[in-house]
């Protein structure tokens, strides 16, 4: 029998019972502390933990979303790679201000981190390029991301003359897909608990360079 959505989204609602964490506990860089949650996450076998959402707003304002992987992390941020004409290319070189969140359900965690992001070097975005399946290199040049398409078979149709031009040779990185680094200033841990008390850690980027962390009201 089909459900009733409304009251299916309205009622369904379970409780979070997980560990608590406090300001005392958490590491004193958000990174080392990212690294312990992801470790956490690889070891509780969460199907893809590196997938997070990247919200980006066009210079009017209007707001997008979608679902990115993860691909690099460092002191410096989180790294990921795209379609420089995509949608997303498009917002984050009118507004380089994003906000992106991960979400470990199995875990009652989020991880929101706020900032800037910025193209990674031609350097970088070729070796992360050359380490990628054929497949997906050859994909790279296929698509026109987020273009308009008359149908499915327009796409096969191009990636198999691609296919044909690139036989016998190596493929190189179309010079309009590469990588974005999201430089933080505001990186916020979210564990879920009971009754909706839940803890919030966040760390904030002062102008000196050091992180401060805060518990935020739930």
């Given at each position: 029998m089909k459900k009733d959505i409304r009251s299916f989204v309205q009622q369904d609602r379970r409780d979070f019972k997980n560990k608590d964490i406090s300001k005392e506990s958490m590491a004193e860089n958000p990174f080392d502390q990212f690294e312990e949650w992801f470790d956490e996450a690889l070891q509780a076998e969460i199907q893809e933990p590196y997938a997070f959402t990247l919200a980006t707003a066009s210079a009017k304002g209007v707001p997008?979303?979608?679902?990115?992987?993860?691909?690099?992390?460092?002191?410096?941020?989180?790294?990921?790679?795209?379609?420089?004409?995509?949608?997303?290319?498009?917002?984050?070189?009118?507004?380089?201000?994003?906000?992106?969140?991960?979400?470990?359900?199995?875990?009652?965690?989020?991880?929101?981190?706020?900032?800037?992001?910025?193209?990674?070097?031609?350097?970088?975005?070729?070796?992360?390029?050359?380490?990628?399946?054929?497949?997906?290199?050859?994909?790279?040049?296929?698509?026109?991301?987020?273009?308009?398409?008359?149908?499915?078979?327009?796409?096969?149709?191009?990636l198999?003359?691609?296919?044909?031009?690139?036989?016998?040779?190596?493929?190189?990185?179309?010079?309009?897909?590469?990588?974005?680094?999201i430089r933080p200033t505001r990186i916020e841990f979210w564990q879920g608990r009971e009754n909706r008390l839940h803890d919030r850690i966040l760390y904030s980027l002062s102008e000196a360079g050091e992180w401060q962390k805060d518990r935020l009201s739930p």
């Amino acid at each position: 029998m089909k459900k009733d959505i409304r009251s299916f989204v309205q009622q369904d609602r379970r409780d979070f019972k997980n560990k608590d964490i406090s300001k005392e506990s958490m590491a004193e860089n958000p990174f080392d502390q990212f690294e312990e949650w992801f470790d956490e996450a690889l070891q509780a076998e969460i199907q893809e933990p590196y997938a997070f959402t990247l919200a980006t707003a066009s210079a009017k304002g209007v707001p997008n979303a979608r679902v990115v992987y993860m691909r690099d992390l460092s002191k410096e941020g989180f790294a990921f790679f795209t379609n420089y004409n995509s949608d997303k290319g498009t917002d984050l070189s009118e507004n380089p201000n994003c906000t992106a969140n991960f979400f470990w359900m199995e875990l009652d965690r989020q991880v929101k981190f706020s900032g800037t992001a910025e193209k990674l070097t031609p350097e970088a975005s070729d070796a992360y390029f050359n380490s990628r399946p054929r497949g997906s290199q050859i994909g790279a040049w296929s698509s026109d991301q987020s273009s308009v398409l008359k149908d499915r078979q327009e796409l096969l149709s191009k990636l198999e003359k691609l296919k044909g031009e690139f036989e016998g040779k190596e493929v190189p990185r179309p010079q309009h897909w590469g990588g974005y680094i999201i430089r933080p200033t505001r990186i916020e841990f979210w564990q879920g608990r009971e009754n909706r008390l839940h803890d919030r850690i966040l760390y904030s980027l002062s102008e000196a360079g050091e992180w401060q962390k805060d518990r935020l009201s739930p």
